[in-house]
Nanobody, 120 residues
């Protein structure tokens, strides 16, 4: 079994910062792609940032220059540093990991989501 546990969400004023963390645990052989998605009320879930096992990174245009994704492979953890937050960043943020387990199969796993609210 694999679990993803997110932390770091909360309420922040416009222009502020938050750091999200997502730790994967369980029968993990390797973690391939790690990513953050978000879903605002009434909108579809969208990709925010992606980082591969090789270190390649992609960001949504809306967060480029403000958000930074990173990963600590020793801790099976992915981070999302969010700076200069805007009200339109308000959403539930989800961690997503493409994981190969010890049994040999590869699967997408999702975290439970963490609320980020940007408001004065």
């Amino acid at each position: 079994q694999v679990q993803l546990v997110e932390s770091g969400g909360g309420l922040v004023q416009p222009g502020g910062s938050l750091r999200l963390s997502c730790a994967a645990s369980g029968s993990i052989s390797s973690i391939n792609v790690m990513a953050w998605y978000r879903q605002a009320p009434g909108k579809q879930r969208e990709s925010v940032a992606v980082i591969t096992s090789g270190g390649s990174i992609n960001y949504a245009d809306s967060v480029k220059g403000r958000f930074t994704i990173s990963r600590d492979n020793a801790k099976n953890t992915v981070y999302l540093q969010m700076n200069t937050l805007k009200p339109e960043d308000t959403a539930v943020y989800y961690c997503n990991c493409d994981i190969t387990v010890w049994a040999g199969f590869r699967k997408d796993y999702w975290g439970q989501g963490t609320q980020v609210t940007v408001s004065s």
